[in-house]
C-alpha cells in the first residue's frame, strides 16, 4: 500500500511507501494524524498551505461488507477546523484494491488551470489538463468521463460550486451505476479541491493489489459472521432495505425531535408524505426502485432510485438529511420537489445540508416563504448562476444569516446541524457542540440509545458519556471505512467480535475491541489539538444561544447541558 | 379501551390491509400494557418493536392509556 503524492504547484507525482508511523492507519484516522503532523493549523483553507487528502478505510478494498466508504479530509473553509467527509459508492473499494494507502493532493495549481487525476489499473498516476471540463456540472461530466476513460472507473470530482470555492461545496462520488449521486457533502471539501485546481479524480476500478491479508481464512469467516450480524439486525436488515435512511422520518418525528421550519419546531405537520414509508409506497406505483445497492459490496442496499409521475429519473439516492434540510427544515412536504433539490444539489456538487439549512435561514428571515418549493429550486440554481444570493447561499448557513441579519443560525463551528433537534436529543447536543467536526449527523449520534429505551433524551443523564462513547466509536468506523449504517451491529457481541476477528486477520495481530477505543481516543485527541492550535476554545465548543433559550414544541425543552458538561466529554 | 396505532417499517406487514393514513384501532382490556398491544397485533418481539405515546418511548410493562394514539417502530441508529 502506498501515498501517491501529487504537487500542484509543478503536477509532479510521487509514489511512496507508507511511513511507518501510518502504518495500520486508514480512513479517518490516517488522514487527522496526516493533517496534525503536516498542516499548518492556521494556514488558509483554500490557499496553497492546505493539503487534502483521499484515504480508503484500514478493510477497503478486502472482502469485508459495507467496508467501500472513502475518506476525505483538509482543514475547513466552512469551520476552520479540521475536517474529514465520508463518502459511499464505489470509490473507496476501488482505492483499496489498487493499493492506495491515501492519495495527498498539496500546493495549488495556476489560477487558470484544471486537472484531472488519473490511476490506472496497474497503479500508475498521471495529472491531466482539464479546462475542457470546467463549469460542468457533475452529471454530464461522469458522462463524458466514462466515454474517454472507459465505465470501469471510479470518480470523485467537484461542480461549479467547488470551482467557485464556495464553502459548501461538496465532492460527489460516482455510485455502483456510475452516477455522481454519492457525496463528501459536509465541511466545503469541494472547496478545497477547487482551490487546488483539481476538477476530478479517476481510478480504474479494477486493481488487485490490496495488502496480502495474514490469515485469509479467519478473515472470511469473520466476514461472514460480521455480514451476517448486520442481515439479522432489524436497523440494517428490515428498515433501511425497505425504506432507506428515510425510515428515520417517521421515527425522529415521533419523537419530536425534527427540526422544522429552521428548528422552530420539533415535529413536521407534512412528515407522513415525506416518510420512508410513503416513498417506497410512490416509488413501488411509479416504477422507481428502492433496495438498492449504491455501493462496493454492500449488503444492506438502502439506496434508492427516485422516479418522478411518469417514471423518470430524478435522483438517486434520497437520504434521510436531505429529506429533512429540504423538507420538513424549510417546510416542504413533497418528495418530488426534495428530490428534484437533491439532484440539483449533487449536479452542483454542494452539500445539500449546508444548502437547506442556508434556505432556511433565509426563509427564516422573511426572504422567501416557508413550503414555497418553486423558491427554494430557483435560490439553488442561484449557486450555479453564481449570483451574489447564489454566493451567499453557497458559502452555508451562517454567510446567509450575516447576509439577511438573522440571528437564527443552527451551526456550530460553521456547519448545520443535522436532522435531529439538540433540545429534543440531549446527548446530540453535545456532539453538535464539541465533535472536532463541528455539528454534524454522524460524528457521535446518539439517537439509537433513545430508542432501545437506553436513555432518556429529554434529560441530561449519561449524555455526556453517550456522546464521547458514539464519538470514539464513529472515529473507528470512520478508520476502518466502514458504513456507519452497518456500524450499529458493533455494538452486539456477534458483531463486535467478529469485526475485530477480521481486523486481526488481516493485519495478523491480536487486538481487543478495547485497543479500536484507544485508537479512536487517539484520533480525536489529535484532531481537538489541531482545532486548539487553529484558535478554538472551549466557547467554541456550545451551540448557538437559541437552543438554549427557545424551547422546542411539542417538549417544550431547550439545551440542558451545561458549558461544564460539555467540557467534560474528552476527559477519556 | 380504545387505542389507535400507526405501524411503520415491515410491521405493518402484520396488519392485513393496513391503511397507512388512518392506522389501526384497537379495542383494549383497561390496564393494557405495551406488550399486550404487541400481542393482540401478533408483532413477534423479533422484530424489535419500538412503541411511542406523545413523543416518548414506552416500555414493555407500560400501561397504555384509553384514546391513546401509538406509533410503533423498529428501532433505527443514525446514518
Request: charged fraction near 20%.
Given at each position: 500500500?502506498?501515498?501517491i503524492r501529487?504537487?500542484?504547484n509543478n503536477q509532479?507525482i510521487s509514489?511512496?511507501p507508507?511511513?511507518?508511523q501510518y502504518?495500520?492507519?486508514?480512513?479517518r484516522g490516517?488522514?487527522s494524524?496526516?493533517?496534525h503532523?503536516?498542516?499548518?493549523p492556521?494556514?488558509d483553507?483554500l490557499?496553497?498551505d492546505n493539503?487534502?487528502?483521499f484515504?480508503?478505510?484500514l478493510?477497503?478494498g478486502?472482502?469485508?461488507?459495507?467496508?467501500?466508504?472513502?475518506?476525505v479530509?483538509?482543514?475547513s473553509p466552512?469551520?476552520?477546523t479540521?475536517?474529514?467527509?465520508?463518502a459511499g459508492?464505489?470509490?473507496?473499494?476501488?482505492?483499496?484494491?489498487l493499493g492506495?494507502?491515501?492519495i495527498i493532493?498539496?500546493?495549488?495549481?495556476h489560477q487558470?488551470?484544471f486537472w484531472?487525476?488519473?490511476?490506472?489499473?496497474?497503479?500508475?498516476?498521471?495529472?491531466v489538463?482539464a479546462?475542457e471540463?470546467?463549469?460542468?456540472r457533475?452529471?454530464a461530466?461522469?458522462?463524458?468521463l466514462?466515454?474517454?476513460y472507459g465505465s470501469h472507473?471510479?470518480?470523485m470530482c467537484?461542480?461549479?460550486?467547488?470551482?467557485?470555492?464556495?464553502?459548501?461545496?461538496?465532492?460527489?462520488?460516482?455510485?455502483t451505476?456510475?452516477?455522481p449521486?454519492r457525496a463528501?457533502g459536509r465541511?466545503?471539501l469541494g472547496?478545497?479541491m477547487?482551490?487546488?485546481?483539481?476538477?476530478a479524480i479517476?481510478l480504474?476500478?479494477g486493481?488487485?493489489?490490496?495488502d496480502?491479508i495474514?490469515d485469509?481464512?479467519?478473515?472470511e469467516?469473520?466476514?461472514?459472521?460480521f455480514a451476517?450480524?448486520?442481515?439479522?439486525n432489524?436497523?440494517?436488515?428490515?428498515?433501511?432495505?425497505?425504506?432507506g435512511?428515510a425510515g428515520l422520518v417517521a421515527?425522529?418525528?415521533?419523537?419530536?425531535?425534527f427540526?422544522s421550519y429552521?428548528?422552530?419546531?420539533?415535529?413536521?405537520?407534512g412528515?407522513?408524505k415525506?416518510?420512508g414509508?410513503?416513498m417506497?409506497?410512490?416509488m413501488?406505483?411509479?416504477?422507481g426502485k428502492t433496495?438498492q445497492?449504491g455501493?462496493s459490496k454492500c449488503?444492506?442496499?438502502?439506496?434508492?432510485?427516485?422516479?418522478?409521475?411518469?417514471?423518470k429519473?430524478?435522483?438517486?439516492?434520497l437520504?434521510y438529511?436531505?429529506?429533512?434540510s429540504?423538507?420538513?427544515?424549510?417546510?416542504i412536504?413533497d418528495?418530488d420537489?426534495i428530490?428534484?433539490?437533491?439532484?440539483l444539489c449533487?449536479d452542483?456538487?454542494?452539500?445539500t445540508?449546508s444548502?437547506?439549512?442556508?434556505?432556511?435561514?433565509?426563509?427564516d428571515?422573511?426572504?422567501?416563504?416557508?413550503g414555497d418549493g418553486?423558491?427554494a429550486?430557483?435560490m439553488?440554481?442561484?449557486?450555479a448562476?453564481?449570483t451574489?444570493?447564489g454566493?451567499?447561499?453557497?458559502?452555508?448557513?451562517?454567510?446567509?444569516g450575516?447576509?439577511?441579519h438573522?440571528s437564527?443560525?443552527?451551526?456550530?463551528?460553521?456547519?448545520s446541524?443535522s436532522?435531529?433537534?439538540?433540545r429534543?436529543m440531549?446527548g446530540n447536543a453535545?456532539?453538535?457542540?464539541?465533535?472536532p467536526?463541528?455539528?454534524?449527523?454522524t460524528?457521535g449520534?446518539?439517537v439509537a440509545?433513545?430508542?432501545?429505551?437506553?436513555?432518556?433524551?429529554?434529560?441530561?443523564?449519561?449524555?455526556?458519556?453517550?456522546?464521547?462513547?458514539?464519538?470514539?466509536i464513529m472515529?473507528?468506523?470512520?478508520s476502518?471505512g466502514l458504513?456507519?449504517?452497518?456500524?450499529?451491529?458493533?455494538?452486539?457481541?456477534e458483531g463486535?467480535q467478529?469485526f475485530?476477528?477480521?481486523?486481526?486477520?488481516?493485519l495478523g495481530?491480536?487486538l481487543?475491541l478495547?485497543?479500536?477505543?484507544e485508537?479512536?481516543i487517539?484520533i480525536l485527541?489529535?484532531e481537538?489539538?489541531?482545532?486548539?492550535k487553529a484558535g478554538?476554545?472551549?466557547?467554541?465548543d456550545r451551540l448557538?444561544?437559541f437552543?438554549?433559550e427557545?424551547?422546542l414544541?411539542?417538549h417544550?425543552?431547550?439545551?440542558q447541558i451545561?458549558g461544564?458538561d460539555?467540557?467534560?466529554?474528552f476527559?477519556f | 379501551m380504545r387505542?389507535?396505532i400507526k405501524?411503520?417499517s415491515v410491521?405493518?406487514d402484520y396488519?392485513?390491509?393496513?391503511?397507512?393514513?388512518?392506522?389501526?384501532a384497537a379495542?383494549l382490556?383497561?390496564g393494557a400494557?405495551?406488550s399486550?398491544?404487541?400481542?393482540?397485533?401478533g408483532?413477534p418481539?423479533?422484530?424489535?418493536?419500538?412503541?411511542?405515546?406523545n413523543?416518548r418511548?414506552l416500555?414493555a410493562?407500560?400501561?397504555i392509556?384509553?384514546?391513546s394514539?401509538l406509533?410503533?417502530?423498529?428501532p433505527?441508529a443514525?446514518?
Open positions: 500500500m502506498r501515498f501529487i504537487n500542484m509532479e509514489v511512496e507508507v511511513p511507518s502504518l495500520g492507519l486508514g480512513g490516517l488522514i494524524l496526516y493533517i503532523d503536516h498542516v499548518a492556521t494556514c483553507p490557499g496553497p493539503t487534502l487528502l484515504a480508503p478505510g478493510l477497503g478486502t472482502q469485508l461488507i459495507n467496508t467501500s466508504r472513502i475518506a479530509g483538509a482543514k466552512l469551520t476552520g479540521i475536517k474529514e467527509s465520508n459508492g464505489i470509490f473507496g473499494d476501488a482505492a483499496g484494491r492506495i494507502t491515501a493532493i498539496e500546493g495549488q495549481a487558470d488551470q484531472l487525476l488519473k490511476v490506472d489499473v496497474d497503479g500508475e498516476a498521471r495529472l489538463p479546462n471540463y470546467k463549469g460542468m457533475t452529471y461530466l461522469v458522462e463524458t466514462f466515454e474517454s472507473n471510479a470518480i467537484i461542480g461549479p460550486a467547488g470551482e467557485q470555492m464556495l464553502h459548501a461545496a461538496s465532492i460527489q462520488s460516482t455510485d451505476k456510475g452516477r449521486c463528501a465541511g466545503g472547496a478545497v477547487g482551490s487546488k485546481g483539481l476538477k479517476v480504474d476500478s486493481g488487485r493489489a490490496t496480502a495474514a485469509p481464512e479467519a478473515f469467516k469473520a466476514a461472514k459472521d451476517r450480524a448486520v442481515r439479522s432489524p436497523f440494517s436488515g428490515d428498515v433501511l432495505p425497505k425504506f435512511t421515527p425522529v418525528n415521533s419523537m419530536g425531535g427540526p429552521n428548528a422552530t419546531k420539533g415535529v413536521f405537520e412528515w407522513e415525506i416518510s414509508e410513503h417506497a409506497e410512490l413501488a406505483k411509479r416504477g433496495g445497492q455501493c449488503v444492506i442496499q438502502c439506496s434508492n432510485e427516485f422516479v418522478d409521475a411518469r417514471g429519473y430524478v435522483t438517486s439516492s437520504e438529511e436531505t429529506i429533512w429540504m423538507g420538513g427544515m424549510i417546510g412536504d418528495l420537489t428530490a428534484r433539490l437533491d439532484f449533487d452542483l456538487g454542494i452539500d445540508m444548502t437547506g439549512v442556508g434556505m432556511a435561514v433565509a426563509m428571515a422573511g426572504h422567501k416563504s416557508f418553486q423558491a429550486i430557483d439553488v440554481e442561484e449557486i448562476k453564481g451574489e444570493l454566493r451567499v447561499l453557497g458559502n452555508g448557513p451562517e454567510a446567509v450575516r447576509y439577511f438573522h437564527r443560525v443552527p451551526v456550530v463551528k460553521g456547519q446541524i436532522g435531529y433537534d439538540p429534543a440531549q453535545v456532539t453538535y457542540a464539541t465533535s467536526m463541528g455539528a454534524d449527523h460524528a449520534n446518539v440509545e433513545y430508542v432501545t429505551g437506553k436513555l432518556d433524551p429529554l434529560k441530561t443523564k449519561g449524555q455526556v458519556a453517550a456522546s464521547r462513547h458514539h464519538q470514539i472515529v473507528v468506523v470512520d476502518i458504513c456507519i449504517l452497518a456500524s450499529h451491529v458493533l455494538s452486539t457481541p463486535g467478529a475485530i476477528k477480521a481486523i486481526n486477520a488481516k495481530g491480536t481487543e478495547t485497543s479500536l477505543t485508537l479512536g487517539r485527541k489529535a481537538r489539538a489541531f482545532n486548539r478554538f476554545t472551549k466557547k467554541d448557538p444561544r437552543f438554549y427557545e424551547p414544541p411539542p417544550n425543552t431547550v439545551v451545561s461544564e460539555m467540557d467534560k466529554t476527559e | 387505542v389507535q405501524l411503520f410491521l405493518r396488519v392485513s390491509d393496513y391503511d397507512p393514513e388512518k392506522g389501526v379495542d382490556p383497561v400494557t405495551v399486550d398491544v404487541l400481542s393482540h397485533l408483532i418481539m423479533s422484530k424489535v418493536p419500538v412503541v411511542i405515546c413523543g418511548i416500555q410493562g407500560d400501561t392509556q384509553p384514546d394514539t406509533n410503533i417502530f423498529q433505527v443514525g446514518g
